[in-house]
């Protein structure tokens, strides 16, 4: 059983901070990692997605990927209020499983 | 831009009685998936076709749930008879690649069974 798993939050942050979020994987073989983004009621939004070791940067969003650890984190920098939402990580191998997602609060 | 389509938006009904969904995926991406999320949780995979084929459907409840995609295209997912326990929202993917790559998903269905 594949799992992921995702730092449980609620994660409340000031405006201008950065928001750190975390997801580690069971299985090994997994080649691909995604990031979704999810407001409240509304349907899941790909952010960012990142195969390679290393970071990523896209905008405000860095993925890092240690792959030798199963470990991928999304930093969000200069957090605006918009960015509060739950955070999904997604793990690829033949399917997309996801993580229960990290609700993140980003206060004035 | 081009959009996954799903209707209905929201759904009512009573345990029972059945419900469908349909999906219409975005143009030229030939892998469909159902996935099921209940709140507090991520997507569930339910099913994913290739076209018109399914290439999984291992986590469908086969005994109330059933899922089409005749020609390729768009996609019906039917629940009957629908129980309690399956409030949730229904959303739909498409990717142009299979193995799941980039997923993008539709605005999804939040269906209450009363």
């Known amino acids: 059983q594949k799992e992921v798993e995702q730092n449980s939050g609620p994660l409340s942050v000031p405006e201008g901070a950065i928001a750190s979020l975390n997801c580690t994987y069971s299985?090994?073989?997994?080649?691909?990692f995604f990031w979704y983004r999810q407001y409240s009621g509304k349907s899941p939004e790909l952010i960012m997605f990142?195969?390679?070791?290393g970071d990523k940067e896209d905008g405000r969003f860095t993925a890092q990927l240690n792959k030798a650890s199963q470990y991928v984190s999304l930093l969000i920098r200069d957090s605006q209020p918009s960015d509060s939402a739950t955070y999904l990580c997604?793990?690829?191998?033949?399917?997309?499983?996801f993580g229960a997602g990290t609700t993140v609060t980003v206060r004035a | 831009e081009a959009e996954v389509a799903q209707s209905p938006r929201y759904k009512i009904t009573e345990k029972s009685q059945a419900v469908a969904f349909w999906c219409d995926p975005i143009s030229g991406h030939a892998t469909l998936y159902w996935y099921r999320q209940i709140l507090g949780q991520g997507p569930e995979l339910l099913v994913q076709?290739?076209?018109?084929?399914?290439?999984?459907d291992s986590q469908l409840p086969k005994d109330r749930f059933s899922a089409e995609r005749l020609k390729g295209v768009d996609s019906t997912l039917k629940i009957q008879p629908a129980e309690l326990g399956d409030s949730a929202m229904y959303l739909c993917?498409?990717?142009?690649?299979?193995?799941?790559?980039?997923?993008?998903f539709g605005p999804g269905t939040r269906l209450t069974v009363l």
């Open positions: 990142i195969y390679s070791n």
């Open positions: 076709f290739q076209d018109e084929s399914v290439v999984d």
């Open positions: 997604a793990v690829n191998d033949y399917k997309l499983s």
């Open positions: 299985d090994r073989g997994s080649q691909s």
């Open positions: 993917a498409s990717s142009y690649l299979p193995q799941g790559n980039e997923q993008f």
